[in-house]
């Protein structure tokens, strides 16, 4: 190895700078008299294989975008990408490692190429980025639980910690991650982490993040949701990232210079799932729309739902929000909210005896969003009439197990019943 020596004029010190391969790792290191320092201690130090570092700080060198939200993920991973490749690099400035693997034999020979690229230096330009892209095998999987893919792991986490030549940029981009593991651990030690989860919709006010998340998305594209467009789209193209987006992009395309989005054009474009289709019956019986709730009930027998479970999952829960949303009104004397948001304030100043009785979710949440939407509409029904559609729900689910009767027409009898003048 070679060095430069220089004099400290003020102590009469001789010095040098140069370099070393030792390792495989390009270490920097000062020489004054006969110790050596370097940003790894002391020579015999930088001599020694790497050890895992205790460093606490973020590295400005590593970056890590994780998260469920697959789309999301991805979008911020380019977008990061392209901000830490060399503007002066050329083709050279970016080292694309593919994270997909299909074993852990597979997973081991990625984590390795991805440790060897971080090893080559730049050939041209000031540095490059070495991205390990869309990691499969940091997830509670098979693979991932594999010894050799934890050991291959662990060695990239050394060598991270270790630190990077300078100029060179390390990014990981992987939608699958057990949190509890030690790699992601010690990455979060000492990267600079994004996350992006996909919104938990079994999570009671998944619906207004979700609504957040849509109305930041249209805003991209210079759209704007009235109220209600904005609740159906929700309901209707759910909380993925990549749905949203690319349901706003058939939008985006269909208006052209008219950038409002209205109730009729999001029932009209967005596609409709069979969730979608099941809140889009329970909204309509909310609304007294007769005609309506016939027609989607004819959609989703049509699509292969079955009776009992349409009734357990949009007509039974509606009727029965309703009717307990219309007797916290009239004990209570609440006026209906102007958004089903606005019911979670009704909901906490409640006397907890009262709360008991609130329909609550399979985590034992209480559905405030589902009961604000009712709370919303139930000015439409008498207490009567929802006290009489409840025992008519019991005759249709009791007809529905026992008779041979046909579904439709049960079901059907059933709407007329709850929703007719």
Same mark, same amino acid.
């Given at each position: 190895?070679?060095?430069?020596?220089?004099?400290?004029?003020?102590?009469?010190?001789?010095?040098?700078?140069?370099?070393?391969?030792?390792?495989?790792?390009?270490?920097?290191?000062?020489?004054?008299?006969?110790?050596?320092?370097?940003?790894?201690?002391?020579?015999?130090?930088?001599?020694?294989?790497?050890?895992?570092?205790?460093?606490?700080?973020?590295?400005?060198?590593?970056?890590?975008?994780?998260?469920?939200?697959?789309?999301?993920?991805?979008?911020?991973?380019?977008?990061?990408?392209?901000?830490?490749?060399?503007?002066?690099?050329?083709?050279?400035?970016?080292?694309?490692?593919?994270?997909?693997?299909?074993?852990?034999?597979?997973?081991?020979?990625?984590?390795?190429?991805?440790?060897?690229?971080?090893?080559?230096?730049?050939?041209?330009?000031?540095?490059?980025?070495?991205?390990?892209?869309?990691?499969?095998?940091?997830?509670?999987?098979?693979?991932?639980?594999?010894?050799?893919?934890?050991?291959?792991?662990?060695?990239?986490?050394?060598?991270?910690?270790?630190?990077?030549?300078?100029?060179?940029?390390?990014?990981?981009?992987?939608?699958?991650?057990?949190?509890?593991?030690?790699?992601?651990?010690?990455?979060?030690?000492?990267?600079?982490?994004?996350?992006?989860?996909? @919104? !938990?919709?079994?999570?009671?006010?998944?619906? %207004?993040?979700?609504?957040? +998340?849509? *109305?930041? &998305?249209? #805003?991209?594209? =210079?759209?704007?949701?009235?109220?209600?467009?904005?609740?159906?789209?929700?309901?209707?193209?759910?909380?993925?990232?990549?749905?949203?987006?690319?349901?706003?992009?058939? @939008? !985006?395309?269909?208006?052209?210079?008219?950038? %409002?989005?209205?109730?009729? +054009?999001? *029932?009209? &474009?967005? #596609?409709?799932? =069979?969730?979608?289709?099941?809140?889009?019956?329970?909204?309509?019986?909310?609304?007294?729309?007769?005609?309506?709730?016939?027609?989607?009930?004819?959609?989703?027998?049509?699509?292969?739902?079955?009776?009992?479970?349409?009734?357990?999952?949009?007509?039974?829960?509606?009727?029965?929000?309703?009717?307990?949303?219309?007797?916290?009104?009239?004990?209570?004397?609440?006026?209906?909210?102007?958004?089903?948001?606005?019911?979670?304030?009704?909901?906490?100043?409640?006397?907890?005896?009262?709360?008991?009785?609130?329909?609550?979710?399979?985590?034992?949440?209480?559905?405030?969003?589902?009961?604000?939407?009712?709370?919303?509409?139930?000015?439409?029904?008498?207490?009567?009439?929802?006290?009489?559609?409840?025992?008519?729900?019991?005759?249709?689910?009791?007809?529905?197990?026992?008779?041979?009767?046909?579904?439709?027409?049960?079901?059907?009898?059933?709407?007329?019943?709850?929703?007719?003048?």
């Amino acid at each position: 190895m070679g060095a430069s020596f220089w004099s400290d004029e003020a102590s009469g010190r001789k010095s040098s700078i140069g370099h070393t391969g030792v390792g495989h790792t390009w270490l920097r290191y000062r020489v004054t008299d006969t110790t050596f320092t370097g940003p790894h201690g002391s020579i015999k130090e930088c001599l020694m294989p790497p050890k895992k570092s205790a460093v606490a700080s973020k590295n400005s060198q590593i970056y890590a975008v994780v998260g469920s939200d697959e789309a999301a993920v991805k979008s911020r991973a380019r977008e990061l990408a392209q901000q830490l490749t060399p503007k002066d690099s050329g083709d050279f400035g970016q080292d694309l490692v593919d994270g997909g693997a299909d074993n852990a034999d597979q997973a081991v020979s990625r984590i390795h190429s991805a440790i060897q690229a971080l090893q080559t230096l730049p050939f041209f330009g000031s540095g490059k980025l070495v991205w390990l892209k869309d990691m499969n095998f940091c997830g509670d999987t098979v693979t991932g639980r594999s010894a050799q893919v934890a050991a291959a792991l662990d060695e990239l986490q050394q060598f991270l910690s270790a630190g990077l030549p300078a100029g060179v940029f390390f990014l990981l981009s992987a939608s699958e991650i057990d949190k509890r593991r030690s790699f992601y651990k010690s990455i979060a030690k000492i990267a600079a982490v994004e996350q992006f989860d996909r @919104i !938990d919709t079994s999570r009671s006010g998944w619906e %207004e993040e979700a609504e957040s +998340l849509a *109305r930041g &998305l249209a #805003a991209e594209r =210079a759209l704007v949701f009235q109220p209600e467009a904005l609740e159906i789209f929700v309901r209707l193209a759910g909380a993925d990232t990549r749905q949203l987006r690319n349901e706003l992009e058939k @939008i !985006d395309l269909y208006l052209g210079q008219n950038r %409002e989005i209205d109730p009729e +054009l999001v *029932r009209n &474009l967005v #596609a409709k799932t =069979a969730t979608g289709v099941i809140w889009e019956l329970g909204n309509a019986i909310a609304k007294r729309q007769l005609s309506r709730a016939l027609a989607l009930l004819d959609q989703l027998l049509f699509q292969g739902e079955t009776p009992i479970g349409i009734l357990y999952a949009a007509i039974i829960p509606t009727v029965r929000n309703l009717l307990v949303t219309k007797e916290i009104s009239q004990t209570y004397g609440v006026k209906a909210p102007g958004a089903p948001y606005q019911f979670n304030s009704v909901i906490a100043r409640l006397p907890q005896t009262a709360q008991n009785f609130l329909p609550r979710r399979k985590d034992g949440t209480v559905n405030v969003y589902g009961l604000g939407i009712a709370a919303c509409e139930a000015h439409r029904f008498s207490l009567a009439q929802l006290v009489h559609g409840f025992e008519e729900c019991l005759k249709a689910n009791i007809q529905l197990v026992t008779t041979q009767l046909e579904p439709r027409l049960v079901l059907s009898k059933l709407l007329v019943s709850l929703l007719a003048p």
